[in-house]
């Protein structure tokens, strides 16, 4: 069974910057390559909410809140996703979480853990 596992958040000050990082593990690289990877957030008493995406073609898409602050990207030999956090303000505190899907298997759907993201001074 493949995983997600997420590395990189923490507490940082209004203005920092955080880079998240979302291993595969137990994934063969051909699924990998073929999978849309995307990054979700949930602040305390909201709904889980998009916040970008990696096509397997390497196009990227954001959310109106995050576009010229975050950047997506994927690293296809480390079967690795990142997401480059920039000009961090409170409302970015969330719980990070990324997910893998598979265009033509429905098997492959994979959530991380989820990751504390705390942007406060």
């Known amino acids: 069974q493949a995983q997600l596992v997420e590395s990189g958040g923490g507490l940082v000050q209004p203005g920092g910057s955080l880079r998240l990082s979302c291993k595969a593990q137990r994934m063969i690289l051909s699924t990998f390559n073929m999978c849309t990877a995307d990054w979700y957030r949930q602040a305390p008493g909201k709904e889980r909410e998009f916040i970008a995406r990696?096509?397997?073609?390497?196009?990227?898409d954001y959310t109106d809140s995050v576009k010229g602050r975050f950047t997506i990207s994927r690293d296809n030999s480390r079967k690795t996703v990142y997401l480059q956090m920039n000009n961090l303000k409170p409302e970015d505190t969330a719980v990070y979480y990324c997910?893998?899907?598979?265009?033509?298997?429905?098997?492959?759907?994979?959530w991380g853990q989820g990751i504390q993201v705390t942007v406060s001074s």
């Open positions: 997910n893998l899907v598979h265009p033509t298997l429905q098997s492959v759907n994979y």
């Open positions: 990696s096509s397997n073609s390497g196009s990227a």
